[in-house]
């Protein structure tokens, strides 16, 4: 139990660490690089306690049940193998936060690159700890996610910003594979469990879909492990802040890869596929890796093609798989990280000293930086595999598999040739890069003068160094027995200690050793000036950049294909489109109809009364007279719409929907208003447009008709069928037989909206302030169309007074209607829980009442004596509803539970008193304000041209007056 | 009843459509309104037709459900009159501001 909890805090501390670290202030170096360095460091000592039971062998577990119902659960798994990965990194990770301390400028932003970094490294040691292998791939993903961030840290930089989206595309895409291949291993499998997966071998091996997972699964590993030819991320991912490159391409991110295909090489190995594919691919790799890195003018571009050649070479021992490759493989994970780590240290503190990192421009820094200088050195003399050094002893092990026998194919005889002649290149690199940079002539116009760095930028590789040399020269004291365990967890209990020593008498992977050592030297001694002074890449290859390549394939995908597709079917203009979706929902419901649209058998048919059907030959007409009237007489075409909307209205009065019928006539009018509002807004239209009468436009207008009639004629034969169907049971008798009982109230619509239904009308009521909020928003600056700005004829000064004198009477009835209408919005919100009416009839009708004061006065003459705050009254309303909705929280029921009961007051007798009564008020109070919001910001607008005709015509106002 | 209904149901939906796919604004807006009606008729109408029998309760005692209308697609109707209501009053001044940002009512903002 307590070794289940150390593991999940150690999953937990880089998160927690990251979590600290945004709350800093942006200058916080040091607080941030100590909160996070003692929070990893507490993880090293968790790894520290947990060693012991796996040093014996065990395999330690803990799973947290997150979705139990679905099986889904968070595993977190810990065998010697992932002791020792999450060891190295958490142990670089320290390293490198020591060393950011003092790399980054006072003015890069704290929190940002501390939180990433953590992220970063909680990321990747979930990916290593996960037991599950979807949640496996989730990390994955996620450390793909943040080296985009982190590498495009500087991201004012052109090439940070192309580097982390190169990075993240290829590596992201691997990932998308990578789950394909997982979720296939999971079917396959029966399970998503890694140890069942482990355990599987032979039946994933024999399954007709082996070829399909491994292809995914190594396009995976490859794109993380920047193996040839998707290795051109990597390069481009030196944009980075150097600490950001000595953890991502040291112990981290491209170590993913390599993790999971020496993970998994017991599942999908053993076979010829994985064998070519993998040994193939990562010599392939390993040898042009190390022949661009030669080339390379740039310190860190150096450095990052030999990264690259390193992982070809740990690739080629995964698809070996026996097991002193596996072995091998191990090691070389480790010994890799270290002395690369500390060599983009190295670099970084050169760039850092000097100002630059081209190597062409550096030169004699021994003098100037002595103690780095050796540091670097000894780094170099590793990564290049000269005795003594722990990237001796792996590459030794190496060169030992290559030679080896295996199964005598083409490339297995092959494999020792090419593994020497990389090691020449590797001995070739090395070399240049300690030639070039430390020895020869003093620099001359180096951006800086260059000295040693401040000491403890220099600990970190100081440390690392003093790594690379006790492993060197006692490996069967220090890292024997751990990597034996994780060897161990890869391939079984049952695997023979291997001991690792220094010296195996003379033997073949000795003389490869030497041949390499003395083919570097010799090379580079042939040949140093020549590289120095020729273009950056070897000859003839240099033309051809895999970078360009995949830059210019990005560009045709998400710009020019795209944009060519767009000229080619795609349109700005809205008719094309509301044609395609009318079309595409007639296709829709004729073909889901199709064959299934039968006449009922016993078809349900109420007597027709002759009222209605005349009542309807008005509705038809008045419909179809709108559409005709729509363009030139606009009046006419409102008018005519009121008319199709009363029938609407008195049809659902007949049809037992009194509701319905009240809500209907009192949005009508508020609509009709609202339209008539808008008309002054449009541009007159009095003359024809000449266009229309051309042939096109008769064309366009009788295919939209016809399109009009089929989805007109398909709609009233759907509604004629369901109509006569009988009807079956359904939810609504629920709630009829319901409504009082539950919800205290006779009139059921009413009691659905406000109780059972609360919810769905809590989010309409938003919506409906939402739209008002927004039409206020949109007519504050509102600029009318100079014309609609010209008053309107008969607005002069004669007419507008006749006008009022006609208009007298009426003016005076509407006044007086003020006080009924706030009667009648009473009575129907009162009644609403019992008979037709409610909330939302009852603000409509008093934003109607507010309405008519303002058709019956000028704005002024409403406003001197009546203040509406509209935006006050949305709020509040809707604060009534949520409160009465958070108050069934405080008494122990969900949200906007509803309690009933019947109050009985003195003179009006019983009232019904249910909370939903409360919710209704907040209805009530937000259709007020949302009604007349809109309706005032539209009419307001007159008043606000008026002032501004006013402002910009002051003279002849005046003289009028 | 049904046949004057649904025949209703399709005289308004054709209209309204007719005039979604015409080019200046205001027939949009109005042709908008018309299809609101013809979809809420519609949905109305799936509760079946009833007369004389508003789903208002008496109070307590034994319910018959068959006796009364279908309340639930009466009150998706009375929701929809509600937000086709909003739609409606925000289409509308999108449309005014539109013509005054591009001194045209064509519904692409230029005449064709």
Known sequence: MIQENLLLTLALLPFVAALATTTLSAQAHGAAAWVSGLLLA?????????????????VLHSTIRWVPSLGLNLTFRIDAFVWLFVTLVLGIAILVLIYARYYLSKNDPVPRFYAFLMLFTGAMMGMLLSGNILMLVVFWE???????????????????????RMALIVTGLGGLCLLVAMLLLGKIVGSYDLDRVLDSGDLVRNHPLYPAVLTLFLLGCFTKSAQMPFHFWLPGAMAAPTPVSAFLHSATMVKAGVFLLVRFSPVLGQTEMWFFAVTGTGMATLLLGALIALFRHDLKGLLAYSTISHLGLITALAGIGSSGAILAAIFHIVNHAIFKASLFMAAGIIDHETGTRDMRRLSGLMRFMPVTGSLAIVASASMAGVPLLNGFLSKEMFFAEAADWHNGTWLDNSLPWIATLAGVFAVAYSLRFIATVFFG????????????????????????????????MLPGLTLGPTLNQAAQAILGPDLPYKNIAIWHGV?????????ALAGGVALYALFGTRIAAGPEGPPLMHHFRAQKLFERLILLLTWKWPRSLYQFIGTERLQPQLRLVVLVALTVATVTLWGVLHPAAEALSTPLNPAFAAMWLVGGSCAVGAAWMAKYHRFAALVLLGGAGAVTCLTFAWLSAPDLAVTQLLVEIVTTALLLLGLRWLPKRREEIAEDKLRPARVRRARDLLLALIAGVGLATLAFVMMTYPLVPSVGDWFLRNAYKEGGGTNVVN??????????????????????????????RFRPDPESLALPEPQDAVAQKSLAETLLVPAVIMRWMFPVLLVLAAYLFFRGHDLPGGGFSAGVTLSIAFLLQYLAHDVRWVEARLTVLPIRWIGIGLLISGLTGVGAFVLGYPFLTAHAQYVELPLVGQVPAATALLFDTGVFALVVGA??????????????????????????????? | MEFVLSAAIGVLAASGIWLLLRPRTFQVIIGLCLL?????LFIFAMGRLWLGAPPIMPRGGFVNPAAYADPMPQALVLTAIVISFATTALFL???????????????????R
């Not at chain 1, 993880?43 to 014996?56: D, K, S, T, V, Y």
């Not at chain 2, 001044?93 to 005449?111: F, K, L, P």
């Open chain 1, 42 to 58: 507490a993880g090293l000592a968790i790894l520290g306690i947990l060693h012991g039971p796996i040093a014996a062998g065990q």
């Open chain 1, 142 to 164: 996620l450390t793909s996610i943040l080296s985009f961030l982190l590498i495009g840290y500087w991201h004012q930089g052109q090439a940070a910003r192309d580097g982390a």
């Open chain 1, 441 to 472: 002539p003093p620099p001359v116009d180096l951006p800086h003068q260059p000295h040693e760095p401040p000491a403890w930028m220099r600990r970190p590789v100081e440390a690392l160094v003093l790594l690379c040399l006790i492993v060197g």
């Open chain 1, 507 to 515: 033997n073949l992977p000795l003389i490869m050793s030497l041949v």
């Open chain 1, 751 to 780: 009691v659905i909206l406000v109780d059972f239904r609360a919810f769905d009308t809590f989010g309409e009521i938003t919506v409906l302030a939402v739209v008002a909020v927004t039409v206020y928003a949109l007519l504050r």
């Open chain 1, 931 to 961: 009604t007349v919001l809109m309706l005032i910001a539209i009419a307001h607008q007159s008043l606000r041209m008026a002032r501004l005709r006013e402002r910009d015509a002051p003279q002849p106002e005046k003289e009028a007056a």
């Open chain 2, 36 to 40: 609101s009606y013809a979809v809420n």
């Open chain 2, 93 to 111: 001044v999108v449309i005014i501001v539109s013509r005054g940002m591009t001194g045209t009512d064509h519904v692409d903002g230029q005449e």
